[in-house]
């Protein structure tokens, strides 16, 4: 989620909450697996997560070990059940999905959980035979995002048929190499992470055909980009 109290990936209500006040609509949501295989929201289970006593986590939490360490915490990151309340509250909100560990789990248990997720949420997929399984499990629409994709520019237009993603995803690398405008003249709308400087964001937007971003700081619909997408999008909404 965009920033709130100067700390970026909090994946919390409190934060979903300030962003949507502030006029965003998307929002890039980040999940992770509690030890005894529930989903909740966060980023990771790194050393910088501490517990409420002060001492630094250094394992995966159970469930029942994750509600403690943020009980009563401001920024808790957020529940399945939380979210799917949040979003019965906010009709016009919409997320986008960001599962590292075990993504096809885990957009199965959003399915099953998230009323309407057909409609109101956006399966990002990181290799193209994700595309389809999302597909299968009821999500319209997909972006493919490539920070994990080994592949080539060649290797990415090659498989676009197959995937027809609604925007594809990338690195300021590989937009600047080319890939973005490749995109662009194929008719594929191209976001790009994680922007936080106005200039840089007008810049890619007006020279390099980027149509969304993903960002921690800056304010949305700072200019009218391409396509329906909201600009930026925070994960920051979209990162």
């Known amino acids: 989620m965009r920033a709130i109290d100067d700390k970026t990936h909090t994946n919390s209500i409190a934060a979903l909450d300030e962003n949507s006040a502030k006029g965003f609509v998307w929002f890039e949501l980040d999940f992770q697996w509690t030890v005894d295989g529930e989903l909740v929201c966060g980023h990771d ?29 401001p920024h808790a990151p957020c529940t399945i059940p939380a979210l799917a ?28 959980q998230i009323p309407d997720h057909a409609r109101r949420l956006i399966a ?7 595309s389809a399984q999302a597909q ?3 999500y319209r629409d997909i972006i493919w995002t490539l920070y994990r994709y080994p592949g080539t520019t060649l290797d990415v237009i090659r498989q676009l048929a197959s ?10 690398q ?3 190499g080319g890939l973005g405008l490749v995109l662009q003249r194929a008719g594929v709308p191209v976001y790009v992470h994680t922007i936080n ?5 007008r810049r890619y937007e007006t020279r390099w055909g980027v149509s969304g971003l993903y960002t921690d700081t800056l304010a949305p619909l700072t200019a009218e980009m391409a396509g329906d997408a909201p600009a ?3 994960e920051s909404v979209l990162h």
């Open 197 to 201: 400087d106005p200039e840089q964001a």
């Open 45 to 73: 289970w790194g050393p910088t997560l501490q517990r409420n006593d002060g001492l630094v986590l250094e394992q995966p939490p159970t469930s029942a070990e994750s509600a403690a360490l943020f009980a009563g915490h």
């Open 124 to 130: 990002q997929v990181y290799q193209p035979e994700q």
């Open 163 to 172: 995937i027809q993603p609604m925007a594809v995803t990338m690195d300021e």
């Open 174 to 176: 590989r937009l600047v």
């Open 232 to 234: 930026p999008v925070g």
């Open 85 to 112: 309340r949040w979003l019965a509250e906010h009709r016009q909100a919409r997320l986008v999905t960001d599962l590292k560990e075990r993504p096809m789990d885990g957009l199965a248990v959003l399915a099953e």
């Open 136 to 138: 299968a499990l009821g």
